[in-house]
């Protein structure tokens, strides 16, 4: 029994490496991972490597759409999303002033647009929004039956005008 049994996670880039390490940490304690990575072959393989419940969804995250087609694969597997680990990333080794502008473009890309679009996709923001709402109950810290049964009045008193 682990700390993350019933949590989903994705972790981008977990063919190899880090990514690996971090998926392979997340299903020993439990979770279902969704490894990516642009060599599907390397991703099926580490997903038959690493045991626990996983998923593979290879490609490259830079194509549009692709990490609404990442998050959807999650949900689709799992019916839900807990976890992004956004891990993916590469160097191109050169001297900045020898990158072209192309490959400069490539590396921020996949550094920096790919985690916001994965964090801001449609989909994440929905399943996010339903968990959050099946969450809230009666028994909120905000709700007024919870203040009704810790004994407190259910309406505060209007404060009087500040005088000094």
Request: charged letters at 25%.
């Amino acid at each position: 029994m682990g700390v993350l049994d019933g949590k989903v996670a994705i972790v981008t880039g977990s063919a190899r490496g880090i990514g690996r390490a971090t998926a392979e940490l997340l299903t020993q304690q439990g979770a279902s991972v969704l490894i990516n990575d642009l060599d599907g072959d390397a991703a099926e393989q580490t997903a038959r490597e690493i045991g626990g419940e996983t998923a593979v969804h290879a490609g490259d995250l830079t194509r549009p759409g692709a990490p609404d087609e990442l998050i959807e694969a999650a949900i689709g597997a799992w019916g839900k999303l807990d976890i992004v680990v956004n891990n993916a990333g590469y160097t191109l080794d050169a001297p900045i002033h020898k990158l072209s502008d192309e490959a400069f473009q490539r590396m921020l890309d996949i550094h920096t647009v790919v985690p916001r679009r994965t964090c801001a996709s449609p989909q994440r923001r929905s399943a996010t929004a339903a968990r959050r709402s099946s969450a809230r109950s009666s028994t909120s810290p905000r709700s007024p039956a919870r203040w009704a049964t810790r004994g407190r009045p259910t309406t505060r008193p209007a404060r009087a005008p500040w005088s000094g």
